[in-house]
C-alpha cells in the first residue's frame, strides 16, 4: 500500500454518491495526483491510498469531503474490507518511486484510440468502476484506464492555472473523469477537475507572469 509524503494539503474530493463529484486541487496536488494515477496504471500489485477528506469542503459541491483509493480491478479489494485496513495503516518506510509519462501518455492514446473505435463495447466495460464506502471513494481501473486519467490530470494542472479567473481565486473547472466512468442506461456519475490556487491568492502569479519585485536587502556593513 502506497500513500503520498507529505498529504496533499491544498486538493479536495467531493463524494460522487449523489451523481456527481468534484476534485479540486491547485498545481502542486493535480500534478502529484497525476503522477499517482501513472503509478498506479503500472503497478497491478499496490493499493494507492491517497487522504483527502480532511481537505476543505466545496459549499457549491454535493456530498462530503472522501479519501481516494486507486486499485487494480483484478486485485479484488472490497471496499467493505477497507475500513479494517486503513486502521491497520501505520507510519511505514519512505520510499521514492519514478513514472514514465511517456509511456503514461502512450498507454492512455491507445485506451481513447479503444473507444472510439468500440464506444458500444466500452460503454459497458473497461472502463474505471467507483465505489463509495466508509467517506472513500474507490476507483478500480486497469492500466490503460488509469493512465488516461493520469494524463487528465497533467491537463488539468497545466492549464487550470491560465484560465483569467485562478488569479481571482476561483475555481477553474478543466477537465472531467467522467467519460471513463461506466454508462447505466446512458446516463452514470459525473467525476469532474477543477482548478484553484490555495489561500490566499495573493501569492499566485499565472505562468508567464514575473512575481513581483522584492525590496533590496541593505548592503552589509
Known amino acids: 500500500m502506497v500513500q503520498p509524503r507529505p498529504a496533499l494539503r491544498h486538493t479536495t474530493l467531493s ?22 494515477l501513472s503509478f498506479a496504471a503500472h503497478s497491478p500489485h499496490t493499493v494507492v491510498h491517497i487522504p483527502l477528506r480532511h481537505g476543505t469542503p466545496r459549499a457549491y459541491a454535493p456530498g462530503v469531503p472522501v479519501d481516494l483509493v486507486l486499485a487494480h480491478q483484478s486485485l479484488g479489494l472490497r ?20 513514472t514514465d509519462e511517456r509511456r503514461t501518455a502512450r498507454h492512455a492514446a491507445a485506451w481513447e ?30 492500466r490503460d484506464t488509469f493512465a488516461s486519467a ?25 477537465t472531467s ?6 454508462l447505466t ?13 490555495y489561500p490566499p491568492h495573493r501569492h499566485f502569479r499565472p505562468p508567464g507572469r514575473p512575481a513581483s519585485c522584492r525590496s533590496p536587502r541593505a548592503a552589509s556593513p
Open 15 to 36: 463524494d460522487p454518491v449523489r451523481g456527481w463529484g468534484y476534485l479540486v486541487g491547485d498545481h502542486d496536488g493535480l500534478a502529484r495526483l497525476a503522477g499517482l
Open 177 to 182: 473523469l467522467t467519460p471513463l466512468l461506466p
Open 185 to 197: 442506461r446512458g446516463q452514470g456519475p459525473e467525476l469532474d477537475i477543477g482548478f484553484q490556487a
Open 79 to 98: 471496499p467493505s474490507v477497507w475500513p479494517a485496513l486503513r486502521r491497520g495503516l501505520t507510519r511505514g518506510a519512505p520510499g521514492t518511486v519514478r
Open 113 to 142: 484510440a479503444r473507444w472510439d473505435q468500440r464506444w458500444e463495447r466500452l460503454a459497458r466495460a473497461d472502463r474505471i468502476r467507483p465505489a463509495v464506502h466508509a467517506r472513500t471513494l474507490f476507483l478500480f481501473g486497469a
Open 150 to 174: 493520469s494524463v487528465r490530470l497533467e491537463l488539468a494542472a497545466g492549464f487550470g492555472p491560465l484560465d483569467k479567473r485562478a488569479a481571482k481565486g476561483w475555481d477553474v473547472l478543466v
